[in-house]
Each structure stands twice: as structure tokens, then as C-alpha cells.
């Protein structure tokens, strides 16, 4: 089921949670909403699903108008943050639910009943629990059995509302790698809310960034991370650094360091911010005679196959701290330890001239 959202806008009394959003979800597709708290991304997905209804603007289900169409229509199948499953019901039952509830005349027989949970509890890879209750179970367990009810009824959609927010790092992980796996078993059209950047990345098919009830940026992780459309995207999506400097007929200058910006070639003498991803600066021992920031190392972490290095430019404050990522082997190279001089260059770099925002 392809879905489609125009111009769509809520208030909450003077509080404008959405301002007129447009987006298109492909069938099959996973889509992550990412922004901040407030940002408006359970707003949207509760007015997809009609829990909410929207002030304007439209909801169509395959090009067909759902905008007043109740719930029950909808075919949408949910799981929240805090797995709500029936305490005083085993797993089999909390998963047979919907089927058990549904109007007689759509209602399919015990046998078909047994048969469809039995599959759905494979899938989820916990048949082996059918006969527990839910506090016998983790919070991740719940969670992948959240995600079984929901999909009992066969719905055309799946609306996950923060679906890992309330489990631990570790397992949260587990779930990702998992529910990406079982999304392209099953190609339901899906929308998954998250504040979680990596999250967002690793999992879905397209993320929409979503900031002060807008859409700011709509692309595949790979686009919305290596193209930030603006700042930010740019801040918001993983750690990166931010430079001032300015930019002239199609050159960039931070401190001295300079570099070809030439689709600055019409820019006269504006002030810019630049923004650099960590693993996208230069470190070396000395200057070489070429411009460089100079900068001395204030912390090493050296966990893992990326070293990160957290450097503190001559003259700035402790708060402006840059972050670094260069390779194991690019350390032993540079044998850094805490209060070493280096020299660094941006080797790649997006900026944004002030006038432009
Ligand atoms: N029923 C409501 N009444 C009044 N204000 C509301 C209501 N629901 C949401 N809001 C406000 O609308 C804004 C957007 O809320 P929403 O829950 O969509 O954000 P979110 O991006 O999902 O945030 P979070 O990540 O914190 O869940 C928030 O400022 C919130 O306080």
C-alpha cells in the first residue's frame, strides 16, 4: 500500500505540531521519521493511522482519499514504545487477540486461528513462549510479540512508534538487525518513528528528518547522511564539526587553510560556517610548509578499529573541541599521545554562507 500526505497541518491550540507536510511512501517501503523531541513525528504517524484527525491537508491509502476514514478501515497494524500486551493473557492468546475480536462475519475459524498465530510466533522466532504470560518474558521478547499482534490481522500498514525506546543499547541493536531482516521477508509498507539517528540510518530504506513540525530533508541514509541539505540536517545526523570562515568568488578560507568552493563562485566576501565530518579531516605531525589549523591533542579514545581524537584548536575555548576519526593504523603512524601538536585540514567540507539561511 502506497501512501501520500498533503499539505498537511495540526495545531495543538496555538502550538503547530505539523505545517503543511508533503510526503510520499512508497509500497514495501521501511521509513524512518528522525527528529527531535516535539518535532511532530508521532503526530504524523497518529494522524496516518486516524488517531488523529489533521486541521488540513489529505491522507491517501493507494491514491484513494482516507482522510475521514475511521481506524477500524484503515488496515493499519501498530506497536508502540511500551509493549501493550494483556497480562492476564499467555503470548498465543495476546497475539490471537485482533483475530478473536473481529466483527462474526469476518471472524475465521479456531483452527485457522491456531494455525495463522502458530506461523506468526515462528516468525518472530518465539513459538517457544506461546504458553507464558508477558512478565515472563524480556523486554525485547515483548516487544518482537508486540510486533506479532500487530501483524496478525494482516495489515496493509505498519505504524512503530518508537518500537526499541524503552530497551537497552545491546538489545535495541538485536532488534534493528532484526526487524530489518523481517521487513524484507514480509514488504509491508512501514513507518517507524525514532529519535535515534544511527537507527534511522541502519534500518530504513528512507529517512525523513523531521524538525519544528516540517519536513526538512527526505532521502535514503546515504543521501540524508553525505548530503545534508542544510545545518540541521548536518548537526542532527551523527557528530560533526563546525568551522567559521568565509568564502570569495568561489574560494573558502578557514583560518588560513584555503579551499576551492566553486560553487561559491558568485559569494563576495560572505561570512560562512563550514561543517566537517570527523572522519573527513586531515591530521599530521607537522605543517609541511602548507596552511594549517594548528591544534593540540586533548583526548585520545582508542577502542575498536577507528581511533577518535578530540583536538583543541590554538586560541579556542574548551567547548569548541574538534572531532577526529583516523585509523588504527594512521595512529600508530602519527604515535599521538594527550598534549601533542598537529596540524589539521579539512579534506572535505559543506558550507553555508550566512546569507544563505
Ligand atoms: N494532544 C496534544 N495536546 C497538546 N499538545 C500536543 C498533543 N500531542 C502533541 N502535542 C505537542 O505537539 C508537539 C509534537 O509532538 P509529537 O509527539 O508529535 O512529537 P515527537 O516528535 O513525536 O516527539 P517525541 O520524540 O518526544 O515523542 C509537541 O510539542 C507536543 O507537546
New binding site residues.
Partial sequence: MSIEIRQLSKQ??S?A??RSINLKIHSGELLA?L????????????VIAGL?TADAGQVLFNDEDATDQPIRDRQVGFVFQHYALFRNMTIFENVAFGLRVRPKKNRIKDQEIRERVTKLLKLVQLDWLADRYPHQLSGGQRQRIALARALAVEPKVLLL??PFGALDAKVRKELRTWLRRLHDEMHITSIF?T?DQEEALEVSDRVVV?NE?RIEQVGTPDEVYERPVNPFVYEFLGHVNLFHGRVHQGRAWIGDVEIAAPEFSWAEELAAVAYVRPHDIEVTRTANGDAALAARVSHVLSVGPVVRLELLREGQHEQDLIQVEISKERFRELQLTKGDQVFIKPRRLDLFPHQMH
Avoid: Y
Fill in positions: 495543538f491550540g502550538f505540531a505539523l521519521l527528529g527531535p523531541s516535539g518535532s511532530g513525528k508521532t503526530t504524523l504517524l497518529r488523529e512508534d518508537e518513528v529519535h523531521m513540525g
